[in-house]
């Protein structure tokens, strides 16, 4: 098996000489064995350790684990770095199974850890069992094959730092007799041997019967169909790629934004790869085929601002023609709540991160431009102060400069094709005599300048670049990694 793996990191080129390697490392076969067999190549190949463990929190066994590891380190002189995760938080934070949460929160903490140890690669003990279990797995799932893949041999994960499999071609029984043939006494999980798990069953009963019908040899030859995958995969891939750029926009905080019409125009697959690649991109821990029809629907929805939950929290909603995925709701801490706007002078509304800015100018200063979405002028004669600033309300209507007659607000705004997500965050801007300016639709017909008028008010809208940044918005992190390093 020693000759297996040096051949697996020298051919594929996954380690060169001078590099130092992170190792993650539970303590179970895999890890231990893996830990065990990169120790004994280290010095052939030129390459450094540092031993990287997760603590979840989930277990009672942890402590004793990670004590365990402890003596491993010093027995191998290599050090060791346990990093502890808040699992319950993370859920409930990110929505999805304990299972997938803990492996989203593992894969954080070790690559975080791995940079901070100035490691250049991840190694990870998945193995060729992992690999078969993992293609029959998704298979059952109804996976595509963006699934059918299962685990490459090499990944780059953000920030260049690449995650490397060295028992690619190594089989479980192969890596369970080595530790008998070296009495490593790795630790056991008992839930490895859980029927509740569908992979557990997979590999306990499905391929034990697939062996016993097909022969030993169809694990190697499910793991070279996954292979196969991988490389069509790839060729999809650079497809959906080059589509994506096309089309979306946005970003994790704000939201990914999809052009509706340019995604309805593509094929129903490559719809729902662009549809994954945009769930990804917006922070989903999962992506199953159901919420790919979730998010159909939404987008054939007869509503403008249809609307769905996917993936545990994860908003996707229809602006027209647009898609929404994800992004901060609004900040709306203020709704409902009535600022005074001092004439002259600013006031701060934190439900859109702006101060709002009022002013009286000169006549004789004009000619003034229509109202836009940062900027208005309005007759102050005919305005009665104090003025005041809110969201919009139920009820809410207003008679628009030119127009005849008051109109509701909310039949306003969907003219206008204001997103929903933007109409709780208006300012509007009021006197006694009812709304007076709707910023990004127009002044109020009360507000009209005329040749008579000897006061004007200049209203503008700015960034809130200008806030103290002890104000600033935040979202805590649903899980501080503690960590904790021994040499």
């Known amino acids: 098996m020693l000759e297996q793996v040096k051949r697996t990191l020298t051919e594929n080129k996954l380690v060169s000489p001078g590099q130092k390697i992170a190792v993650a490392v539970s303590g179970g076969p895999d890890s231990l064995c893996l830990l065990h067999v990169l120790h004994r190549l280290s010095a052939e190949l030129g390459i450094t350790l540092h031993i990287l463990h997760v603590n979840h929190g989930l277990r009672p066994e942890a402590k004793a684990e990670e004590t365990y590891l402890k003596k491993w380190a010093l027995r191998l002189g290599l050090p060791l770095t346990v990093c502890r995760i808040n699992v319950p938080a993370m859920r409930r934070k990110l929505g999805g199974s304990t299972q997938a949460v803990a492996r989203l929160g593992r894969y954080r903490a070790l690559l975080a850890a791995a940079r901070r140890a100035g490691?250049?690669?991840?190694?990870?003990?998945?193995?060729?069992?992992?690999?078969?279990?993992?293609?029959?797995?998704?298979?059952?799932?109804?996976?595509?094959?963006?699934?059918?893949?299962?685990?490459?041999?090499?990944?780059?994960?953000?920030?260049?730092?690449?995650?490397?499999?060295?028992?690619?071609?190594?089989?479980?029984?192969?890596?369970?007799?080595?530790?008998?043939?070296?009495?490593?006494s790795p630790l056991t999980d008992p839930t490895n041997s859980d029927p509740h798990y569908l992979r557990n069953r997979i590999r306990l009963k499905l391929l034990p019967f697939l062996e016993a019908e097909f022969g030993r040899h169809i694990r190697r030859t499910l793991a070279r169909t996954a292979d196969i995958l991988a490389g069509e995969n790839e060729l999809l891939k650079q497809l959906t790629d080059s589509v994506y750029q096309q089309l979306a926009g946005g970003n994790r905080e704000e939201g990914i934004l999809l052009e509706l019409p340019l995604l309805a125009a593509q094929p129903e697959p490559l719809q729902?790869?662009?549809?994954?690649?945009?769930?990804?991109?917006?922070?989903?821990?999962?992506?199953?085929?159901?919420?790919?029809?979730?998010?159909?629907?939404?987008?054939?929805?007869?509503?403008?601002?249809?609307?769905?939950?996917?993936?545990?929290?994860?908003?996707?909603?229809?602006?027209?023609?647009?898609?929404?995925?994800?992004?901060?709701?609004?900040?709306?801490?203020?709704?409902?709540?009535?600022?005074?706007?001092?004439?002259?002078?600013?006031?701060?509304?934190?439900?859109?991160?702006?101060?709002?800015?009022?002013?009286?100018?000169?006549?004789?200063?004009?000619?003034?431009?229509?109202?836009?979405?940062?900027?208005a002028y309005l007759a102050a004669d005919k305005l009665s102060f104090p003025l005041q600033v809110r969201t919009r309300?139920?009820?809410?209507?207003v008679r628009l400069f030119g127009r005849p007659g008051s109109r509701k607000l909310k039949d306003i705004l969907m003219d206008a094709k204001i997103p929903r997500s933007k109409r709780e965050t208006i300012p509007l801007v009021l006197s006694k005599e009812g709304i007076i300016w709707v910023p990004g639709i127009d002044i109020a017909e009360c507000g009209r300048i005329t040749s008579e008028t000897e006061r004007i008010l200049r209203l503008s809208l700015g960034s809130r670049g200008k806030r103290e940044k002890s104000e600033k918005d935040g979202v805590s992190n649903a899980a501080q990694d503690g960590e904790k390093s021994f040499a």
């Open 393 to 397: 309300r139920a009820g809410d209507r």
């Open 119 to 184: 490691a250049s690669a991840l190694a990870t003990a998945h193995h060729l069992d992992d690999r078969v279990e993992t293609l029959l797995l998704r298979l059952l799932a109804g996976s595509g094959t963006d699934g059918l893949k299962g685990i490459p041999l090499r990944r780059t994960a953000p920030g260049g730092l690449e995650i490397i499999r060295p028992f690619y071609q190594v089989t479980r029984s192969e890596i369970e007799a080595y530790c008998r043939r070296h009495r490593l």
């Open 272 to 375: 729902a790869r662009l549809l994954r690649r945009a769930l990804w991109e917006a922070g989903a821990v999962r992506v199953t085929a159901a919420h790919i029809r979730q998010i159909t629907a939404v987008m054939q929805s007869s509503s403008p601002s249809a609307h769905c939950t996917v993936s545990g929290n994860i908003q996707v909603c229809r602006e027209y023609n647009r898609l929404r995925l994800g992004g901060r709701p609004p900040v709306v801490q203020a709704a409902g709540q009535t600022v005074t706007l001092p004439v002259p002078g600013r006031v701060y509304l934190p439900w859109c991160g702006e101060w709002l800015q009022a002013e009286f100018v000169l006549p004789e200063t004009g000619p003034f431009p229509p109202a836009t979405a940062r900027e």
